[in-house]
């Protein structure tokens, strides 16, 4: 039988096994290159898969990173804007909270690099603050013994000229009620020496206070320089993670020199006020 099986393929022609041999390599040629194709493919899912993550998690890094820095920049000016004793401790307390919760959100997306440059920047932020807060709260409160020492001033003020205008009243009506007189008289020197004690009061108290604020001022111009550095700590970390080219060096030269002129100006403006109340 297997004579018989060797003599069938020896008949079979030449031609039909070129054709059968060719077929067989077209199909190897096939199989090899459908298995390089789904390696191809694969690769290009695995890729695509990589990019997506990529995307998404720079995508989620923009959403917490951006809303970051602006409330480290909100919070930045609101240093220099504590100088302002109009400004509420709430809104400036506020502005601090609002920042501290933007920045712990960078712990859930943030590289380490990036989580110890904000933490470090957080810290600072929360000690200059404090400090900045205590010596604000003896400024408020002189702040509202003027305010009610000028209350005390006007409506002292407005009585003498009430009493005025009756003794003006009594001399025109040539009365000779003494009594009456007298209590009128009496009444307006209190009053008068009232507005004069009002106004040596006043007189002292903003004095004091238009040194300590000009020394606040400048306290709370300088914190800007003290957070100057671990911001562009931080932010190199940020724009690093972002994959956004960053000369930290230039940056900080940048802010250096802002620092200086914004003193400079500083300077001038109060020397200004000294001599014009001078």
Not at 27 to 33: F, P, S
Not at 143 to 161: A, G, M, V
Not at 237 to 261: C, G, L, V, W
Request: proline share 2%.
């Amino acid at each position: 039988m297997i004579e018989t099986l060797f003599e069938i393929i020896c008949k079979i022609p030449d031609a039909v096994w070129a054709a059968i041999i060719a077929s067989l390599l077209t199909l190897g040629g096939v199989l090899l290159t459908n298995r390089e194709n789904n390696k191809r493919l694969i690769a290009q899912l695995e890729h695509d898969a990589d990019i997506r993550k990529t995307q998404r998690l720079m995508e989620l890094r923009t959403n917490v990173y951006l809303p970051a820095v602006e409330a480290v920049s909100n919070t930045y000016l609101t240093l220099a804007k504590m100088a302002d004793l109009d400004l509420s401790e709430k809104d400036i307390s506020e502005v601090f909270s609002k920042s501290s919760a933007s920045i712990s959100k960078i712990n859930i997306v943030g590289t380490i690099e990036t989580v110890k440059a904000l933490s470090a920047l957080s810290s600072i932020l929360s000690e200059t603050y404090l400090q900045l807060v205590a010596k604000r709260t003896p400024l408020i409160e002189r702040k509202n013994d003027i305010e009610n020492t000028y209350k005390l001033y006007n409506d002292s003020s407005k009585e003498k000229d009430r009493l005025l205008e009756l003794i003006k009243e009594f001399n025109l009506q040539g009365s000779t009620d003494k009594r009456r007189w007298e209590a009128i008289n009496n009444r307006y020197d209190f009053e008068n020496q009232q507005t004069d004690e009002y106004n040596k009061e006043l007189d002292e108290l903003e004095d004091k206070n238009s040194k300590e604020l000009k020394e606040y001022a400048m306290k709370c111009y300088v914190s800007l320089k003290e957070v100057g550095q671990p911001i562009t700590v931080a932010i190199s970390a940020i724009r690093k993670e972002m994959e956004i080219p960053f000369d930290s060096d230039e940056y900080q030269e940048i802010i250096d020199n802002a620092f200086n002129s914004g003193q400079e100006s500083l300077d001038r403006f109060f020397k200004e006020i000294s001599q014009e109340n001078g």
